[in-house]
């Protein structure tokens, strides 16, 4: 009976099928698949990577005017949103589950270098919040991971370039609505900081967009649209009047003019690296000139005074550190920061905070993380010819020269995050 129902069902009798054809046969599709194509993906992520920056969080805290250190619901209004970001990103992920395994095998290093510092709670003067923070930032970086891998270098560059659209936008309605806001960062006065508290803050997710906006327009180089918007991204990172920005800015383009001057040269890798020495040893040379001529002095506004700090703390438990996010809650800090006279709730140095967290095994197993990526970083620059995956070859450099002045990574800060899993990334194969 039931072969007689497929046989009408088809059209045909089994007398009326031709000898030896099969019976066609129904696909078993499940009845909810989610199909999302990779805009749909980078869309996604630069909205993540947009929310996760803490966008207009300031005026929660303070309002249109000073700092405010305790506000109710400021914290609550901040869970809401992260465990809605934290919602969305389980579900990208189960959309990408066949991605997972390719994108996170590859990266036991950084594996390895969490579960250290998921172990050091142990020894953290805050465990619980040491634990949470960790899995956090984990999860976060596993995340970028994964879709760097499903939309590949472009689809990343784009996402990233999007992302400082939407960021230029907000900061556009701010300076109409809130110029005393916008332009009023109370050391910094005159400078932008649109939607964000500190200047720097826009400057940094800024110069991501720069770089990828620049090597977009490399591959299109006639496309209006990206032209145009590279061009605001641009002039709001100009605004915002931080000399790290500028740095980035000058990397990209000079990265972006080099690449293509000896785009097929077989000695590319090698006159990369003898220019890159030539010019960091310039640099040293007259980096009180440049300081100067950038606005800083000589302490980077205050970034080596706080590192001198650090570093006698650092000397007191060298092997192992602090724990996941223990000094920073401690007593220490507390007078550390007096002394400063200025609220220091990071090291401005991802390097000195991998050895506050872990000690000297903590910064080993972090620099093995970089030195991977730098390695593919360097392969990329000596021989690849596609501006997407050299444009992400250089956001890598981007996010290197940020740790170097910012705590921009083992911080739970979702921005940075999923920025540091797109950058390792690199080290994955099939992200090509």
């Known amino acids: 009976m039931d072969a007689d129902l497929v046989a009408a069902a088809d059209g045909m009798s089994d007398v009326a099928r031709p000898p030896g054809a099969c019976a066609p046969t129904v696909p078993l599709t499940p009845p909810f698949t989610l199909r999302l194509g990779p805009g749909v993906y980078a869309v996604a992520l630069a909205l993540l990577i947009f929310l996760g920056s803490d966008p207009v969080y300031p005026l929660l805290m ?41 994108a996170l095998a590859p990266q036991w290093p950084v594996a390895l270098a969490l579960a250290y510092f998921l172990l050091s709670a142990l020894w953290s003067s805050a465990p619980g919040g040491a634990v949470i923070g960790i899995v956090q930032y984990g999860f976060t970086v596993a995340f970028g991971m994964v879709i760097a891998v499903r939309i590949g270098p472009e689809g990343v560059l784009k996402a990233l370039f999007l992302a400082s659209l939407v960021c230029a936008a907000a900061t556009a309605v701010f300076v109409a609505l809130l110029p005393a806001y916008a332009f009023g960062m109370h050391y910094n006065t005159g400078a932008l900081r649109g939607v964000y508290l500190e200047k720097n803050h826009l400057a940094a997710f800024l110069s991501y967009g720069v770089c990828a906006g620049v090597f977009l327009a490399a591959r299109r180089p006639t496309h209006a649209p990206t032209l145009a918007g590279l061009a605001v991204i641009l002039a ?59 606005g800083e002095d000589m302490t980077l506004n205050g970034r080596t005074e706080l590192w001198g700090r650090l570093w006698t703390f650092i000397e007191r438990r ?9 000094f920073w809650n401690s007593s220490q800090a507390d007078g550390m920061r007096a002394f400063l006279g200025w609220p220091a709730h990071g090291a401005h140095n991802v390097w000195l905070q991998a050895l506050l967290f872990g000690g000297a095994i903590g910064l080993t197993l972090w620099v093995a993380c970089y030195v991977r990526v730098l390695g593919r970083i360097g392969a990329i620059l000596s021989r690849e010819r596609d501006f ?9 450099v981007v996010n290197l020269v940020w740790s170097l002045f910012e705590t921009t990574q083992l911080a739970h800060f979702t921005q940075h995050a999923i920025v540091t899993g797109l950058v390792f990334a690199l080290r994955t194969p099939q992200f090509r």
């Open 62 to 102: 303070r309002g249109p005017s000073e700092w405010v250190d305790e506000v109710p619901g400021l914290e609550g209004a901040r869970r809401l949103v992260w465990f809605s970001m934290y919602a969305v990103m389980i579900g990208l992920l189960v959309a990408m589950r066949r991605w997972i395994v390719p």
């Open 318 to 326: 060298p092997v192992f550190g602090y724990g996941y996010r223990g």
């Open 236 to 294: 709001l990172s100009i605004l915002s009047v931080s000399s790290i920005a500028l740095l980035q800015t000058a990397i990209a383009f000079a990265m972006l003019g080099y690449l293509l001057a000896l785009r097929r040269s077989r000695n590319r890798g090698l006159l990369l690296a003898a220019l890159s020495l030539a010019t960091l040893a310039a640099l040293v040379m007259t980096l009180p000139a440049v300081l100067a001529a950038l």
């Open 388 to 396: 997407a995956v050299l444009g992400m070859a250089v956001v890598g």
